[in-house]
């Protein structure tokens, strides 16, 4: 499968700390995103990185790829309560036409 | 500025019984997957789609159904619906090799 395992499961923090959540996949990707879910809604998609790039930024969040490890890191930092979110990492497969979800890392951010 | 629209929102079904989940998007995308959702499991993808005509096979296809008739439609059935199927289904749409949009969840119970 190429199920994206994130590592940890479970993070918490106070705010103003960076949070770091990695993933690692299994097969060739054309690309890997990363998406945030409050709790009982919808996802929404964060960012995405393309298999020739190394690292992306959009904000807050910053994205490494790498492709000989088969792994790819997001940090977000100067973390706020409103980050507090499960956060998925979601590869794709080679032709780019599905993303494979893992189970997530839980992310709480205390005041 | 609709998106990915799903209905119903929540839905009791009894075993057996067969019901179809909508799914609708607006922005002309050609890729549409559905998904299901299971506490401790992250998100399984059950099939997708790379545009009309067009569907395969996800992670956990069997007892599901979906067709692609139109761009902006990807209907999935539950032909005989089992306990085992009780989750929260989400669909999901983008262009070719892009972030995805998510719908908002249906949330099905099977007694």
């Known amino acids: 499968s190429q199920q994206g395992e994130e590592d940890p499961q479970a993070l918490s923090i106070q705010e103003g700390e960076n949070a770091t959540m990695n993933c690692s996949y299994k097969?060739?990707?054309?690309?890997l995103q990363w998406y945030r879910q409050n709790s009982g809604r919808g996802l929404v998609h964060l960012i995405l990185?393309?298999?020739?790039?190394r690292e992306k930024h959009s904000g807050r969040l910053r994205v490494t790829l790498d492709t000989s490890k088969k792994s790819s890191s997001l940090l977000i930092t100067a973390s706020r309560a409103a980050d507090t979110a499960s956060y998925f990492c979601a590869p794709t497969n080679q032709a780019g036409t599905a993303l494979i979800f893992g189970k997530g890392t839980t992310l709480s951010v205390s005041s | 500025n609709a998106g990915v629209t799903q209905t119903p929102k929540f839905q009791v079904l009894k075993t057996g019984q067969s019901m179809t989940l909508q799914c609708a998007q607006d922005m002309n995308h050609e890729y549409m997957s559905w998904y299901r959702q299971d506490p401790g499991m992250g998100l399984r993808l059950i099939h997708y789609s790379v545009g009309a005509g067009i569907t395969d096979q996800g992670e956990v296809p069997n007892g599901y159904n979906v067709s692609r008739s139109t761009t902006e439609d990807f209907p999935l059935r539950l032909l005989s619906a089992a306990p085992s199927q009780t989750s929260v289904y989400f669909c999901a749409s983008s262009r070719p090799r892009e972030g995805y949009t998510f719908g908002s969840g249906t949330r099905l119970t099977v007694v």
């Open positions: 097969t060739s990707i054309n690309n």
């Open positions: 990185i393309r298999s020739n790039e």
